[in-house]
């Protein structure tokens, strides 16, 4: 099986787990098993040296019986329309399991943003909206960042919406500038979000942050903020950091900062200065308190779960665990954080930028991180509770209370 189709399956290998005791038919449960629109589109765009070249993307609504859809782009090269599904069907339990008033997308293009210029990224990005604009929209379906999308993405998509429109239209992408109507604290919230939830799991089992040890998978967006918030916040020694290229580790602690800027002048986290190098494999193994994967899904598997030393898992990437991978772990006694857990803090901000549009103000970070911290924390005890008091793993607990609240909605509107 393919790596896109493997994370399909294990996504509706865990909704399958949780359907017995949610007493779903076998009917609402193939309804829940597939997304209620898809679409591909392909996209001509003039590159630099006067050619054309197509490119193929999709958009995928997952479930909106909660709300309109919402959820990333991606630009990657290996991006497929399985791996689309799967991650609009993981924003579906997301949005339901923080109780946010939105059901799940995801959309992607594939291409490699590294072999782009900004002008060809920019034109790509708006052929994109053009493509998929008649199915977008603030009560219809939001896109927001994912991997290799960022905020100037993000203002590029909304200007070509809003021309489409003949009007402004803030609302219709999240995850944009503040000086556009994004919100503040977007940048970290992922992050923050699951430092917050970082710190409830380690109050529970008794681990004390201060200096504990944590290797971050992946050092983009989310994991570049989860090390630096993880150092910050709770003082934690961020030992070892890698990107696509290889990872860097050092016994003393790493000053991410530092790090990050070592990046961006050499291209990679790689040879910086007092550390050592080491592949992404031996990331995974080292022998530390927490352990993030902030990079893409399938990292954890029945290959090297048996090796993982962490003791709490903190999925602040999508899917970034195999089925059989979980297995290995939770006969470890690892606490995993579940992805739509850990990594809620985007799209919860993301939901705050659309209230915060559609109301014509913006709040102070303060207000955004209380407010964050207010509903990862509640997220997360009615995950830990639902699993203590049913005796289920985090992960199953998690999609039993958010497709539930699905299945609600379905049910309410009459659907099922
Ligand atoms: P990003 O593009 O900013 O960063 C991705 C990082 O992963 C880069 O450092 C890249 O070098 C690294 N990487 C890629 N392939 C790798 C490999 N094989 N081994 C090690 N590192 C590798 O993306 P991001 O926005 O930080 O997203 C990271 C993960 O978090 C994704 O799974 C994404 O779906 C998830 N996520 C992101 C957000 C968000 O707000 N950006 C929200 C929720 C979940």
């Known amino acids: 099986m393919s790596s896109h189709s493997k994370l399909l399956e294990d996504v509706k290998q865990h909704l399958c787990t949780c359907a017995a005791g949610l007493k779903l038919t076998p009917d609402m449960e193939v309804f829940l098993e597939v997304p209620m629109r898809e679409l591909y589109v392909s996209l001509p765009v003039h590159m630099d040296d006067g050619s054309i070249k197509v490119f ?5 609504q997952y479930n909106e019986a909660l709300g309109p859809t919402k959820g990333g782009v991606r630009f990657h090269p290996d991006g497929t329309m399985e791996t689309t599904r799967a991650l609009a069907a993981l924003m579906t339990w997301k949005c339901a399991l923080h109780k946010l008033p939105l059901g799940g997308a995801k959309g992607g293009v594939i291409c490699n943003p590294k072999e782009l210029s900004h002008r060809e990224i920019e034109r790509l990005s ?21 991997v290799y999308t960022n905020p100037q993405v993000m203002a590029w998509m909304m200007d070509e919406y809003s021309k489409l429109a003949g009007r402004n239209v803030f609302g219709s992408i999240t995850g944009k500038p503040t000086s556009l109507g994004g919100s503040a604290g977007r940048y970290d919230a992922t992050a923050r979000g699951g430092l917050y939830t970082i710190r409830e799991a380690a109050e529970r089992l008794g681990i004390n942050l201060k200096d504990s040890r944590v290797a971050v998978h992946g050092f983009g967006n989310v994991g ?10 709770y003082g934690c020694k961020v030992v ?3 990107d696509s290229k290889g990872a860097i580790f050092s016994p003393y602690g790493l000053d991410p900062e530092d790090v990050s800027g070592h990046k961006h002048s050499t291209g990679s986290v790689l040879n910086y200065p007092g550390a050592e190098n080491l592949t992404n494999k031996e990331l995974l193994e080292l022998d530390v308190e927490i352990l993030i994967p902030a990079s893409l899904e399938n990292i954890i598997t029945e290959e090297n779960a048996g090796n993982i030393k962490a003791r709490i898992l903190a999925e602040m990437a999508n899917g970034p ?13 690892i606490h995993i954080i579940p992805d739509i857990l850990c990594n809620g803090g985007g799209v919860i901000v993301s939901y705050f930028e659309m209230v915060q549009n559609q109301s014509s103000t913006q709040w102070e970070e303060e207000e955004v991180r209380n ?18 008091k049913n005796n289920v793993e985090m992960r199953q607990a998690a999609y039993t209370l958010a497709v539930g609240r ?3 909605a379905m049910q309410l509107r009459g659907w099922i």
Do not use: W
């Open 56 to 60: 193929k993307g999709f958009r995928v």
């Open 240 to 242: 070892a950091v890698s």
């Open 406 to 408: 699905v299945v609600e």
């Open 224 to 233: 570049y903020h989860a090390a630096y918030l993880a150092k910050k916040l």
């Open 321 to 333: 665990t195999t089925f059989e991978g979980e297995a290995i772990l939770n006969s470890k006694g």
């Open 126 to 146: 708006r052929a994109y909206i053009r493509g998929i604009y008649q199915i977008i929209g603030p009560d219809r379906d939001i896109p927001a960042p994912d």
């Open 371 to 388: 407010r964050l911290e207010r509903k990862m924390k509640e997220a997360y005890c009615s995950v830990y509770d639902f699993a203590s």
